[in-house]
């Protein structure tokens, strides 16, 4: 088991930032992949930015490249996602996933493990 804790939504203002935070505890031996996802009211959860267990691939949904980047710190066992010029159309919860057993992937259906979720809103 995979537990996930996700922290560092909020309120901002377009092309504010803001600096998400997903804190993994457990069998994390067994994730080859973390992945941010995100959900917007009536949409389907979609893949954000991903890195590998040992950061040596990292891949970005096409409408965020060059706004977000996401990094990990392994002594913490922490992934942040880091938010520039966010636009309203980011608005949704973000859920931080774990898993990855099918490869290099941001499907919702290769990660079994998912933490509760933080939410972020963007004014515009």
């Known amino acids: 088991q995979v537990y996930l804790v996700e922290s560092g939504g909020g309120s901002v203002q377009a092309g504010g930032s803001l600096v998400l935070s997903c804190a993994a505890s457990?069998?994390?031996?067994?994730?080859?992949?973390i992945t941010w996802f995100r959900q917007a009211p009536g949409k389907e959860r979609e893949g954000v930015a991903a890195i590998s267990a040992r950061g040596t691939w990292i891949g970005y949904r096409d409408t965020v490249k060059g706004r977000f980047t996401i990094s990990a710190d392994k002594a913490r066992n922490t992934v942040f996602l880091q938010m520039n010029g966010l636009k309203p159309e980011d608005t949704a919860m973000y859920y931080c996933?774990?898993?990855?057993?099918?490869?290099?992937?941001?499907?919702?259906?290769?990660?079994?493990?998912w933490g509760q979720g933080t939410q972020v809103s963007v004014s515009s």
């Open positions: 457990g069998n994390i031996r067994s994730v080859n992949y």
């Open positions: 996933g774990a898993g990855g057993v099918n490869g290099e992937s941001l499907r919702v259906r290769d990660y079994p493990y």
